[in-house]
């Protein structure tokens, strides 16, 4: 049975070094055929730099999704348009550079389709990730599908999630970079974690530094957000793929300490 494993929102080039230096090991471990990851805080907790995005494809990373930080590089905007293995919320507005969808290619060929989509409550206007997904689910290409479900609020993702139930394989939220407890398959096949945890530094504050972000909060002038250093943890779900079926027969979390 192919097995996927989705690991949460990258932060930092410390993690992504890490994950370079230590992934050919993980996949062999858990015996994963798609690495997925979402690196939407890889460039000093912000965006991913065009670097890093073939820092983890040549480290074995299948696929990339990403969120609200998608465009937050300028420099990503020509591997958004011509790389086919990344893409960026397919509910941006329809001007944005990239693709609603890609394709993630195990390194035996199979193939497995990713997207991600944002949420609307306590987030920024974008359109509707309802309708997005209608109009990618029925688009071309073949094998299961991964949908990302970028998002803030619990209910939002749990209502998308049931929504997505039978047309995807995996339904995974990510965003808040704390990993909800909540995984399962719902009944139609799907497998549905509300959130799926940070990939990063694990002791700071949804992976910045504490002492960085509290004198802004105490004083109101804006100070620099830095990121947290080392206790570097992957955080995701493993799910298993019946590949006649596209759908899912087993999801368990993903806590890997690395350093
Ligand atoms: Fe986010
Ligand atoms: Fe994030």
Redesign the pocket.
């Known amino acids: 049975m192919p097995v996927l494993l989705f690991l949460g929102?990258i932060v930092g080039q410390e993690t992504i070094d890490l994950i370079a230096w230590r992934l050919g090991k993980i996949r062999t471990k858990l015996g994963v055929d798609w690495v997925v990851v979402n690196a939407?805080?890889s460039a000093n907790g912000s965006g991913l730099s065009p670097a890093q995005f073939r820092k983890l494809r040549d480290s074995g990373v299948d696929g990339i999704t990403l969120?609200?930080?998608a465009l937050r590089k300028r420099e990503i905007s020509k591997i958004l348009d011509n790389e086919t293995t990344i893409c960026r919320p397919a509910n941006f507005p329809p001007g944005a550079p990239g693709k609603g969808w890609a394709e993630a290619k195990s390194p035996a060929g199979k193939p497995l389709r990713i997207a991600t989509v944002l949420g609307r409550t306590f987030t920024k206007p974008v359109d509707c990730p309802f309708v997005a997904l209608d109009k990618i689910l029925q688009g071309p290409g073949d094998g299961p599908w991964l949908v990302d479900i970028?998002a803030e609020a619990t209910g939002e993702k749990i209502l998308m999630g049931h929504w997505l139930d039978g047309r995807v394989a995996a339904a995974l939220g990510?965003?808040t970079h704390v990993v909800t407890a909540d995984e399962g398959i719902l009944p139609k096949g799907t497998a549905f974690q509300t959130d799926v945890g940070m990939s990063g530094p694990s002791k700071g504050v949804l992976g910045r530094k504490y002492e960085s972000i509290l004198p802004t909060v105490l004083t109101g002038v804006q100070h620099p957000y830095d990121l947290a250093r080392g206790n570097i943890v992957l955080c995701g779900a493993l799910v298993g793929i019946n590949q006649d079926t596209c759908l899912a027969e087993s999801i368990s979390r993903v806590f890997i300490p690395l350093e």
């Open positions: 929102d939407e805080n969120g609200d930080h970028h990510t965003h």
